[in-house]
């Protein structure tokens, strides 16, 4: 692969999606050709799958179906999006990927870590990001940053506060584990200082990257 493959976890209302837009102009300011893009979602299928999983439904979703959908719509994504740009040799910004499945589906459903993996090691092919930047936060700051917002809560966000404690406590224990690729940003700061943060890997990748 000729790219780079930057990702961006956390858990609901830690500002992802303002610092989305840093990264990509920031990149795009070093001459870099961007693809913009998110999981669950970033194809026709991939979107249509997105709105089942986020859809709130009177009945529930078993955990397994919720699982492979998420899977299912990575699959696409990888196929359709994120290996084409790879070999093009863009530089692929993705809103989550599959830390998200470990902390949402292993930590906050309780499904096994082992069977996660299986799928993984399946759909990716060894397709993994360069850069993981993990937002996080307090649980009740980032459920505060919900309720500001116009839109109803989707089926995730309608969780309990100890889902996404589960969820949060998932993802750190992974940002300890691989400290090289996840970046553990405090999203409790101000953008400017968030920011701030996030130039040293990206500077450093880039250099990597005229290295290679
Ligand atoms: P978001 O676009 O607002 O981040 O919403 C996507 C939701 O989907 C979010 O609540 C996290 C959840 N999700 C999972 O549960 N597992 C996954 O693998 C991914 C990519 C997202």
Same mark, same amino acid.
């Given at each position: 692969m000729n790219g780079k493959f930057i990702s961006i976890e956390g858990i609901e209302g830690a500002g992802k999606s303002t610092q @989305?837009?840093?990264i990509a102009d920031f990149l795009r300011s070093?001459?870099? &050709?961007?693809?913009? =893009?998110r999981e669950p979602g970033g194809t026709t299928v991939g979107e249509q799958i997105r709105n089942i999983l986020l859809e709130p439904a009177e009945q529930p979703m078993?955990? %397994? =179906? *919720?699982l492979l959908l998420m899977f299912a719509a990575r699959a696409e994504h990888l196929q359709q999006v994120v290996k084409?740009?790879?070999?093009r040799g863009d530089w692929v910004l993705? %809103?989550?990927?599959v830390d998200a499945t470990f902390a949402y589906q292993g930590g906050g459903r309780g499904v096994c870590e082992r069977r996660i993996a299986a799928l993984a090691d399946w759909t990716l092919q060894g397709c993994h990001t360069d850069i993981t930047f993990l937002f996080d936060l307090p649980v009740a700051l980032g459920q505060l940053r919900v309720d500001q917002r116009p839109q109803q809560r989707d089926r995730?966000? &309608?969780e309990q506060q100890a889902f996404f404690e589960r969820v949060r406590q998932c993802y750190l224990a992974r940002a300890q584990a691989e400290p090289g690729r996840i970046k553990l940003i405090d999203a409790s700061q101000t953008v400017e200082a968030i920011q701030y943060q996030l130039q040293q890997p @990206? *500077?450093?990748l880039l250099s990597n990257e005229s290295n290679d």
């Open positions: @989305l837009q840093f070093k001459g870099k &050709q961007v693809v913009v =893009t078993s955990e %397994d =179906t *919720e084409p740009a790879l070999q993705s %809103d989550r990927f995730f966000e &309608q @990206l *500077e450093q």
